[in-house]
């Protein structure tokens, strides 16, 4: 048992510096040992309810941080424009004179107080393609949708097409008849990056044998490649026969005539012709190509098909 005499030092071991609560929290572990020793001599049971009473905490026990409800803001990104685009789909091939066709039916079921259009036979060509390129928000729920309809006679036009969205984005409906607008104007283009021409040699062969291999199939494109490098398959293939046109690139070590120094990277812009029975088709690729040993091996091909350490 523990005496007297012990527990006042464990009541002065407190320092006299220490604030009230510190002191208090000290105090409280020298009353919680006094009644341990004080109970070991009563058996096991009291005991057991020392330490029970002992390791209680004297402390709050801490609240978890409140966290704040998700807020579902699926309106202000939500994009009408393939609803615009099935309206006006329907819309173009449905007429006033027939209701009851399937395509009248959706046009009036995603439009319900849109007059459906009058077309007269055979006065104008049918419609071949519709496709939404352009979505603008004008407030809240309310959509603005540029449209494009292609015609079998090559014509183009757009129609300007008036969606509302629920406040969650699940939900549309076209508000207002469609309008005939003007195309979208044509984007200033910035000069192009590549303006070193690359000579014929052994990058310019580098790129024609990897473009060769990989649109026509007739090679393993991997003999090709930069180590760690993977690329699908191109299939089918592209043309029976590729032929080089051009080589440009970003940096003037593209135009040295002899293999640079090994980790060399160049970033090439190659334009090339495939032929095969359909025609001749004209294409072009962006290549970062890398030195190695001697030669030249491509590192990443910028339509995202060869990346670094991927899976076939």
């Known amino acids: 048992m523990l005496s007297g005499t012990q527990a006042a030092q464990c009541e002065a071991a407190a320092p006299m510096a220490a604030g009230a609560r510190l002191e208090a929290m000290r105090r409280r572990v020298c009353l919680s040992r006094v009644a341990v020793w004080t109970v070991i001599a009563a058996g096991p049971i009291a005991l057991a309810v020392a330490v029970a009473v002992a390791s209680t905490p004297g402390t709050v026990a801490q609240v978890p941080e409140a966290r ?52 007269t036979p055979d006065a104008q060509p049918a419609v071949r393609s519709v496709t939404a390129v352009r979505s603008v928000r004008r407030g809240s729920g309310t959509w603005s949708v540029t449209v494009a309809a292609q015609y079998a006679d090559g014509s183009v036009r757009y129609y300007v097409v008036p969606v509302a969205a629920d406040r969650w984005g699940t939900s549309f409906t076209v508000t207002g008849n ?6 979208p104007p044509r ?95 004209p294409l072009a690729y962006e290549l970062t190509l890398k030195a190695r040993s001697g030669r030249w091996e491509v590192a990443a091909l910028q339509s995202g098909t060869a990346h670094a350490g991927g899976a076939r």
């Open 187 to 281: 984007a200033k283009v910035a000069k192009s990056s590549y303006t070193v021409t690359v000579p014929d040699g052994d990058l310019s062969s580098a790129v024609g044998q990897f473009l060769a291999a990989y649109l026509t199939g007739a090679a393993e494109v991997d003999r090709y490649l930069a180590p760690g490098v993977k690329l699908l398959a191109l299939a089918p293939a592209a043309g029976a026969t590729v032929s080089v046109q051009e080589v440009l690139a970003l940096e003037e070590a593209a135009a040295s005539e002899q293999v640079p120094a090994d980790g060399t990277t160049v970033r090439v812009l190659a334009k090339v012709e495939a032929r095969d029975a359909t025609g001749r088709w």
């Open 178 to 183: 469609p309008g005939v607008v003007a195309g």
């Open 68 to 119: 704040p409800p998700v807020t579902r803001t699926a309106a202000a990104v939500a994009d009408p424009g393939g609803y615009a685009q099935v309206f006006l789909a329907a819309w173009l091939r449905s007429s006033a004179d027939d209701t009851a066709s399937a395509r009248a039916r959706l046009a009036r079921s995603m439009a319900p107080e849109v007059d459906l259009p009058e077309p």
